[in-house]
T-cell receptor
Framework: QKEVEQDPGPLSVPEGAIVSLNCTYS??????FMWYRQYSRKGPELLMY????GNKEDGRFTAQVDKSSKYISLFIRDSQPSDSATYLC????????????FGAGTRLFVKA | GAVVSQHPSWVICKSGTSVKIECRSL??????MFWYRQFPKQSLMLMAT?????????EQGVEKDKFLINHASLTLSTLTVTSAHPEDSSFYIC????????????FGPGTRLTVT
């Protein structure tokens, strides 16, 4: 079993839809949860991070962490064609030198 | 802030030659830098972790003699692919972690290596 599981997609939605991206994990030591966005042939960029459980909102993006279920989500409201990218979840803990474990990434296509 | 650059962004080389890729943190000091490899439509594969002034720690299955990593300063790390072969063709991405924050990694734009 991988430490972090993420459905690679692709996920295709119409413009304006609400997008839900998810990851599950197995290591209960993870405390820091990140979402990165990667456009084709570019490096990933940090989109959001959350410490421990809870929600965090930033514009059209909302990150949720449910540590009891070992489940994290990223919601994108009013999705735009420019949101088309690969979204990678990532997580890290206080042990192991904060080694970050990445999910496989979900490819998202938002159709105009 | 937190900008990481990579050079070159794209390189083509002949089989058997060596290629050096530079990774720089432009506006912060990076105590730790990471090198990743990414194949098309696949996720990041961590190759090695380097701390400034120390030898790099390579992930299992990564040949340290083939992928030489140097982290000589707090703003510069280099990856040298020695005696490159076509199977080394890939997208190489570095990331850097600064002192103040221990979980955030800032990624460079990546370098596309094509070995002919």
């Amino acid at each position: 079993q991988k430490e972090v599981e993420q459905d690679p997609g692709p996920l295709s939605v119409p413009e304006g839809a609400i997008v839900s991206l998810n990851c599950t994990y197995s290591n209960s030591a993870f405390q820091y949860f990140m979402w990165y966005r990667q456009y084709s042939r570019k490096g990933p960029e940090l989109l959001m991070y959350t410490y421990s459980s809870g929600n965090k909102e930033d514009g059209r993006f909302t990150a949720q962490v449910d540590k009891s279920s070992k489940y994290i989500s990223l919601f994108i409201r009013d999705s735009q064609p420019s949101d088309s990218a690969t979204y990678l979840c990532a997580m890290s803990g206080d042990t192991g030198g904060f080694k970050t474990i990445f999910g496989a990434g979900t490819r998202l296509f938002v159709k105009a | 802030g937190a900008v990481v650059s990579q050079h070159p962004s794209w390189v083509i080389c002949k089989s058997g030659t060596s290629v050096k890729i530079e990774c720089r943190s432009l506006d912060f000091q990076a105590t730790t830098m990471f090198w990743y490899r990414q194949f098309p439509k696949q996720s990041l594969m961590l190759m090695a972790t380097s701390n400034e002034g120390s030898k790099a720690t390579y992930e299992q299955g990564v040949e340290k003699d083939k992928f030489l990593i140097n982290h000589a300063s707090l703003t510069l790390s280099t990856l040298t692919v020695t005696s490159a072969h076509p199977e080394d063709s890939s997208f190489y991405i570095c990331s850097a972690r600064g002192r103040a924050v221990s979980y955030e990694q800032y990624f460079g734009p990546g370098t596309r290596l094509t070995v002919t």
